[in-house]
């Protein structure tokens, strides 16, 4: 019986926090069809197949969903721009390399079409905003650095001009990933690392010309 009574805490736990995963992923589906400022709790909880009263058991607002979202967010794409510096990537061929970078990135923004919707969106509230500025800082560094690995001759300037115009392109593909087919997506793909192949090409090409 002590048993019993031990294990039912973490028997509520479990459910609570699969509950709330359940209720972030309902929200994710919303914020990204609706956008944040036209989505609703009582929205979330019809997707997630709940009343309103128990989604605010665990989330008191809509902000506070949008928030954990972000942090769910932050944490993947931090750890998807770790792999600029991994050092097997940069021994790769530049097609190679920029498609081992890129395809993940675009999957996960495929699978997770709320992420661009409340770091980019045209109503993104400040405070999401502002945890999304950090991440882009460090996407912004993690490719100038990948730049001056794949281009030492590049002056610092250019290459920072160049990581914000590449990073800027990768973003602009995003309501064509989100928006695409499956049967058009691996296309999409191609084309958006075909884009970019031949920017980095070009910046390489251009510092190691005598």
Partial sequence: MAQQAAAAP????????RRIEELLDAAGQVFAESGYSAT?????AARAGVSPGTLYQY???KDAM?????????VELARQQALLAQPDLLALPLD???????RPMLRFQRENPACPVLFLGPDTPQRLADVHAPLHAAMLAGVADLLGTLAPRLPEADRNRAAE?????FK????????????????????????????FSALVGSSTSP
């Fill in 40 to 44: 609703t709790t009582n929205a979330i």
């Fill in 59 to 61: 989330f008191p607002n």
């Fill in 10 to 17: 973490k028997r509520r736990q479990a459910r609570g926090e």
């Fill in 165 to 169: 115009v590449a990073v800027h392109l």
């Fill in 96 to 102: 190679q390399l920029l498609s081992r970078l890129l």
């Fill in 66 to 74: 949008a928030d954990a979202l972000a942090g769910r967010f932050a």
């Fill in 172 to 199: 602009g593909s995003l309501p064509l990933i989100v928006a695409a087919s499956l049967e058009e997506l691996p296309a999409l793909e191609d084309e958006v690392i075909r884009a970019l192949l031949a920017y």
